[in-house]
């Protein structure tokens, strides 16, 4: 065991959350913007961004690509004016998901691009043919071999109509990617619609690229020869903001989070509300009052966006444990995201599961109990049911929650939670520095 492996939160449950927060840039907009910085060569400021692990590991992959960068309070300077042709180091492609965001701009810009398998999250397959297919489709030649795939376009890429299979979030941005410098009109089909998807689209206009329609089922683009630098403020982690909002519901909690986006957690807040929570909103600001009343049951479905986000589901799972009646989560996006079910267990959930539809009768007392988190999300479920468990409660697997929360901990500690770190820094955020690099987490 390292001793990474044996630090974990330590939790005393049953402690109301309250009071105000701002929360984070997002992570999932984060990553992307970062990889648009290897399609120019004038510099690029990225504003708000999350200090997480994927941001370090996406900034190590970038840097091997001779783009230089610099980050300060939730600021990134990239200087990609040498930026070269490359392939991220296997460790860190197998380290998160994103690390095949380099494909589409370096194929778009070098003609050529290469990537070991891709890491992120266990929670199922997780194929790459929507990206794959997509370059093919702008003419690359694409070769996989023992996990790694090697795309070519010597003569350049030219637009063409792309039909994804799925709305693959970071397939539908992989191509935007590699389509802003194609030659000619593109236009992707069923395209992911999810709102780091528009924040990426929205970089790259201001960087002079052609593009519109993102955020809508067809996103079309019109090639151009060169982009130029930019400066973005990335929007709110709307997954941060969900996870919070879950966590002052199971305390019975009333807690208010600001500078976030409402219309981007449309499917969640309307789920809170017929949970019984008091959900009061403006447009960037959430206001959750779960101190009074009885919660029902609830009927929750993963689903690409405007649905469901999968990223909530663990979390919304547990606060459904203390819902009166029998509530259904049916995970319709991964194959195998249900490894919190288990754990959830430990503290006293009573879960039947069949594949991916759990049944979740309720209200069951949570008592304190240790348990691993074997994925981000996973890992944030446990974190939110411990928080309304009697008792002390552990929770382990801490690398996966520091690839996305930039202070979950803290967070819940300023709100009025009882949670420490114990053997791992003060907070979660000082893990980066102590922490080896994490296997395929
Ligand atoms: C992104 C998010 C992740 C979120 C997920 C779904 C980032 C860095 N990560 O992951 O937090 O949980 O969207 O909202 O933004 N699929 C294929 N073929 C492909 C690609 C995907 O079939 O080529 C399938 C996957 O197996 C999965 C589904 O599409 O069943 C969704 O995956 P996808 O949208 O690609 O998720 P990511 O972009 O990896």
New binding site residues.
Partial sequence: MTADAESFLRIVGQRRLSGELQVHGA???A??CLAASLLTDEPVRLRRVPEID?VSRLLDILSGLQVESSAADGEVELRPAAMSAGSPPDDLAAA???SF?VMGPLLARTGEASCGA?G??V???????????GFRALGADVVTSAGRTTATAPTGLRGAEIV??????????NLLLAAVLAEGRTRIINA?M?P?VVCLASMLRQMGARVSGAGQHTITIDGVDRLSGADVELIPDR?ETGTLLIAAAITRGRICLTQTRADHLKSLLSKLAEIGCVVRRSDEMIDLDAVAGVFQPANVQ?L??PGF???LQAPIAALLTQANGTSIVHER???N?TQHLDQLRKLGAKIVADGPISVISGPSPLDGAVTVGTD??AAAALVVASLAAEGESQVSGLQHLAR?YAALDTQLRELGAEIEIVNGGDTLGDRSAVRPPAAES
């Fill in positions: 992570k999932n907009a990553l992307p994927d998160l998901r994103a965001l891709p992120g999250d929670i199922g397959a997780r194929p790459l043919d929507v990206h794959l297919n994804l299979d799925y709305p693959s979030v970071l397939g539908t941005e992911a999810e780091e997954i993963a690409p966006y986000a999968t990223d996006v991964f194959e995201r981000i999300r996305g």
